[in-house]
């Protein structure tokens, strides 16, 4: 729980603030941008929210935060931003919050869908997001891209019965499936897993129709107007990382969903295979 004797100094006056806890894990800036923003190490309310909307978001980035690090001094609307999630991004698409400190407050998402749906990589084993998974159908299948975004997939796993699958190349906590090598898996008609070492050894992205679920392989960086990737957070190998974005040239797709970093629509699949290419130059330089 956040403590207004903790907030930092360069919050905007007012109900919402952020303490020294904050991880500047992201998600309260990507997620609603109109009240917090980075402030170099640590996020920081800019401006308070006003409006039911912008209020409404505030709230449920303070539910999303993995350490609890955002407080509000009014706690009306708390209640109902506990309920929000999952948040529809779009299409099939939601963001399910609740991000977990386990997994340095990485974002996972559900796909809707009618065959059964998934989720990719795990969130924070919070019982008013799994009643609501409950009502929209449960959870079918657990893709976890890779071993730092496990979090609480055991709980969802003894909720839901569901088959969790991930890379044999991590380390793996009894997962259902393990699958290995570098060739692209349909798991469904409409679901792909490609391999995608280099993050770490077990690296994996999911492709749903046009969306391609990332893990911490690839991302939006919003400073540098590009997609990106990280050398200095790379476990692994950063040239076999450079291989495997290569390798998603082949892939269709507009959304980029990543767990850390934020997210990013290009116009078209060929529009974002033109911004990936022109970012693996930038990052075959770095």
């Known amino acids: 729980m956040a403590h207004r004797k903790d907030a930092y100094p360069d919050n905007c006056p007012g109900t919402f603030f952020v303490d020294r806890t904050c991880i500047d894990c992201g998600t309260c800036y990507q997620f609603a941008p109109a009240t917090f923003a980075d402030a170099g190490g640590h996020a920081r309310v800019h ?88 009502a929209l159908g449960g959870v079918a299948m657990l893709v976890l891209s ?58 994996v992205c999911l492709l749903y129709r046009d969306f391609l679920f990332t893990g911490d392989h690839l991302w939006w960086n919003p400073d540098q107007g590009r997609l990106s990737a990280s050398r200095t957070y790379n476990w692994h190998s950063w040239a076999q990382q450079l291989d495997s974005l290569e390798k998603l040239l082949a892939f269709d797709f ?20 033109a911004e990936l290419k022109a970012a693996i130059q930038v990052l075959k330089g770095s």
Request: proline letters at 8%; one cysteine or more.
């Open 254 to 273: 507009t959304w980029v969903l990543p767990g850390h970093g934020s997210l990013h629509q290009a116009e078209s699949p060929a529009a974002m295979r």
């Open 47 to 134: 401006a308070q929210p006003e409006g039911e909307g912008a209020r409404l978001a505030a709230s449920m980035a303070l539910v999303a935060c993995p350490v609890g690090s955002i407080g509000c001094e009014d706690r009306a609307g708390i209640a109902a931003a506990s309920r929000a999630f999952p948040h529809p991004l779009a299409g099939d698409v939601s963001f399910c919050g609740y991000t977990s400190e386990k997994s340095f407050g990485a974002w996972s998402y559900l796909i809707r869908r009618g065959e059964g749906n998934v989720l990719v990589d795990s969130p924070r084993a919070a019982e008013p997001l799994m009643q609501n998974l409950e």
């Open 146 to 203: 890779h071993q730092d975004d496990v979090a609480d997939h055991g709980a969802y796993h003894a909720r839901f019965g569901c088959e969790r699958i991930m890379h044999r190349g991590d380390r793996n906590p009894g997962v259902e499936r393990l699958v290995e090598g570098v060739t692209p898996i349909p798991l469904a008609e409409d679901l792909l897993l490609i391999p995608t070492p280099g993050h770490t050894a077990g690296s």
